[in-house]
């Protein structure tokens, strides 16, 4: 049984979940959004031209390093351009301002045309990469590895997947070292759905959309599960 026929089966059962082992991703290159971010501040405090030229190009890095490194860790498919990879965070919620795409063109204008940006936009393009960077560095240092939907609570208190054969649960966990999931499905008396989603599968996506959206307290995980069953099924 796969996690579609699973999910087409036995949504309706599933009535209370769980959220398990919040924690830090690893950052997968040495220098991070923050360490450009630091020396874009301190070229605005030249004032001029370079000081320019150089808050720009670095704010340009932070924002790069953030997106790459979310890609390389959620295992998505790397886009061939920047609005590409930018798709690629939208693809599985993560918002991604449509002014990162003018920070960019004005970036590459100052590269192949040489033109100096002026300082008003310089300090704009700081301060979205700042907020960028500080919006995804929350998906790096606060990312739910595990959630659990289950029938509804039983036996004083004891958790469905504690009951042995007497319950119906999915379990699914991150797996950071393939950038994948592992997904556990359980039913009384049913052989029980035990699989790796990995990168280019079709439910990694949706999968990663899901965990994505874990993240948000404004609304139930259901959901965020039934948006991944849309997909899925």
Not at 22 to 45: I, K, Q, V
Not at 81 to 98: D, H, M, T, W
Not at 124 to 150: H, M, P, S
Not at 172 to 183: A, K, L, M, N, Q
Request: negative net charge; hydrophobic residues 35%; contains cysteine.
């Amino acid at each position: 049984m796969d996690l579609s026929v699973y999910l087409d089966k036995y949504r309706s059962e599933l009535v209370e979940w769980g959220l398990y082992g919040m924690g830090s991703l690893d950052f997968p290159f040495d220098n991070t959004g923050d360490h450009y971010l630091d020396a874009a501040e301190r070229d605005l405090d030249h004032n001029d031209n370079q000081g320019n030229i150089n808050a720009l190009a670095n704010a340009k890095r932070a924002i790069d390093v953030q997106i790459e490194a979310l890609i390389k860790v959620l295992g998505l498919k790397k886009g061939s351009s920047f609005p590409g990879r930018v798709e690629r965070l939208k693809e599985i919620g993560i918002v991604a301002p449509r002014i990162l795409n003018k920070v960019n063109k004005v970036r590459n204008t100052l590269e192949h045309d040489f033109k100096s940006p002026e300082r008003a936009f310089t300090e704009d393009a700081v301060d979205v990469a700042t907020l960028f960077v500080k919006l995804t560095n929350e998906i790096f240092f606060g990312f739910y590895g595990q959630v659990e939907y289950e029938q509804a609570y039983a036996s004083r208190g004891r958790r469905p997947h504690e009951l042995g054969k007497t319950a119906t649960g999915l379990r699914i966990t991150f797996e950071e070292t393939y950038s994948g999931f592992h997904v556990e499905g359980y039913v009384v008396n049913k052989k029980p759905v035990d699989y790796q989603v990995k990168p280019g599968m079709p439910e990694h996506v949706p999968l990663m959309k899901l965990f994505i959206g874990l993240r948000s307290p404004e609304k139930d995980p259901f959901v965020f599960l039934d948006q991944a069953i849309k997909e899925i099924c």
